[in-house]
């Protein structure tokens, strides 16, 4: 994992108060499949609200506007995080 993806990470862990191992991280490739990962580590069920969380996130840490980004927008391929 490069720097970006490093601090996107601790940004989300911060935001949900929760622990992602490295191992879950570099499985994460999407905003999406972040958004599986927390609502599963905090059991809730609302993963609308928890992808609009994670994408402001990736959003601030990235300098992207919001609008582009989406639930299937790969991090590295498509957002330049190293």
């Known amino acids: 994992m490069g720097l970006d993806t ?3 990470v601790m940004a989300f862990e ?3 108060d929760i ?3 490295d191992s879950d991280a570099a499985k994460m ?3 999406g499949h972040v958004a599986e990962y927390v609502s599963q580590q905090i059991q809730e ?4 609200i928890i992808l ?7 959003s601030a840490q990235l300098g992207i506007p ?3 980004i989406n639930k ?5 391929e498509d957002l330049g995080a190293d």
């Open 45 to 48: 069920n609302n993963q609308s």
């Open 6 to 8: 490093v601090e996107l």
């Open 29 to 31: 490739t999407t905003p």
């Open 52 to 58: 609009k969380r994670i994408i402001e996130i990736t």
């Open 66 to 68: 919001i609008e582009k």
């Open 72 to 76: 299937d927008s790969h991090f590295v």
């Open 19 to 21: 622990r992602i191992e």
């Open 14 to 16: 911060e935001a949900f």
